[in-house]
């Protein structure tokens, strides 16, 4: 780990060699330096942790709501619509807090106390706001299969279900690995609201730092960078995994 401080540190030099730059708080040569730096990195396992769970619950649940998108009824499709429009058009911020602040309101109004914490508060704003364009993912996905598929699997005897389990979704999954892939990479990047809600992730440890040490540009330029490897090792993890089932299905 301090290996990769120390190059960030040589790759930020040129920069401190001219104007009033302060890029001694992350320096790993020293004491206090190094102590900001694992600070700021102890954030990542929350930030890595939260955006897992969130993208594993918008996984399942962007399935459950793209299904009834592909209903032959008019009415289950309009609700469907309603859903996805509607969540797709509430900004982030706003939802978040409507989740952590709102919910408990309502609840009580009913008679039920309700403490929601940070970290599950977030996940929960998460998974829905990310839910909605999961959905669309799988409708493109889904509906890009051949339906004489679809008609040849009823035609052997299968179920919608298994029609879905067995010869749709395992075809349809190859076809939208790499838009859910931004999809969580959206989710990390996204996760940076929690912040605002106190939950002690990137952003949150990087906001603190830089009130006790005064250099806000030098400690948003690494989380920046800490923000870049997380994004860079969950593309090439996307990449070997699209070559892996790619050289699968050939063989």
Not at 109 to 126: C, E, K, Q, R, Y
Not at 166 to 187: G, S
Not at 210 to 224: D, G, K, M, Q, S
Not at 227 to 247: D, N, P, Q, T
């Amino acid at each position: 780990m301090r290996w990769f401080a120390f190059v960030l540190l040589l790759a930020l030099a040129g920069c401190s060699s001219s104007g009033n730059w302060g890029w001694y708080v992350i320096n790993p040569s020293t004491p206090q330096g190094w102590t900001n730096i694992k600070f700021l990195i102890n954030g990542m396992g929350a930030t890595i942790l939260l955006s897992v769970i969130a993208a594993s619950i918008s996984i399942v649940l962007g399935l459950l709501v793209a299904l009834p998108g592909l209903s032959t009824r008019r009415g289950v499709r309009a609700i469907n619509r309603v859903y996805v429009e509607l969540i797709r058009a509430i900004p982030l911020l706003p939802m978040l807090f409507w989740v952590f602040y709102g919910l408990p309101i309502v609840f009580k109004s009913m008679g039920i106390n309700v403490n929601i914490d940070p970290f599950w508060g977030a996940i929960i704003t998460l998974a829905i706001s990310d839910s909605a364009f999961t959905a669309e993912i799988y409708r493109a996905g889904i509906q890009s299969i051949a339906k004489g598929q679809a008609e040849a699997a009823r035609t052997v005897g299968l179920s919608y279900a298994q029609t879905m389990r067995y010869v749709i979704l395992p075809q349809a999954i190859r076809r939208i690995l790499p838009p859910l892939a931004n999809q969580f990479i959206y989710i990390v990047k996204m996760s940076a609201f929690a912040s605002v809600i106190g939950m002690q992730e990137l952003t949150r440890r990087a906001n603190e730092l830089v009130v006790t040490e005064y250099r806000p540009l030098e400690i948003y330029t690494l989380l920046i960078v800490e923000y870049l490897v997380l994004v860079l090792i969950i593309s090439a993890g996307v990449r070997w995994l699209e070559r892996k089932m790619g050289s699968d299905e050939r063989g």
